[in-house]
């Protein structure tokens, strides 16, 4: 992981936020990780930290299914941000759907690294081999 860079967890599940938090800490004790509740709080957190300190995250872990902003309403708007010039992070799907919609609207969108939830240490594990960068 790139010190100065951060991971960014996207999920309305406060629980499944914390759980995540700790394996990604476990994995990576330095880990600079945060937490957004929708897709748009993610959003902002990027563009602050974009701005202020020229930093975007190096991952997204990613919910499909959130109020306000859900995960693919998210993917669209951070592909057409200002961002897009940049070299957008990995994004990896965490989601308890099986719905055949959804999983065709994230291959359309791109999305291959889909996780479904809960998040355990094996899954961490294999995602962070796929993305070299983590």
Request: proline letters at 5%; aromatic letters at 6%; glycine letters at 4%.
């Amino acid at each position: 992981m790139q010190e100065d860079s951060f991971t960014l967890l996207i999920d309305d599940d406060v629980i499944s936020n914390f759980i995540n938090q700790r394996l990604i800490k476990k994995r990576n004790p330095s880990s600079n990780i945060k937490i957004a509740l929708n897709g748009e709080e993610g959003l902002k957190i990027i563009q602050e930290e974009f701005y202020k300190n020229n930093l975007m995250p190096h991952i997204i872990f990613l919910d499909i299914n959130m109020p306000v902003m859900n995960g693919m309403e998210f993917i669209v708007a951070l592909r057409n941000s200002n961002f897009s010039g940049q070299n957008l992070p990995p994004i990896i799907m965490l989601t308890t759907s099986v719905n055949p919609k959804d999983l065709d609207e994230l291959d359309k969108l791109g999305m291959h690294f889909i996780i479904n939830k809960p998040l355990t240490d094996a899954k961490l594990l294999k995602a962070m081999e796929s993305f070299e960068n983590i």
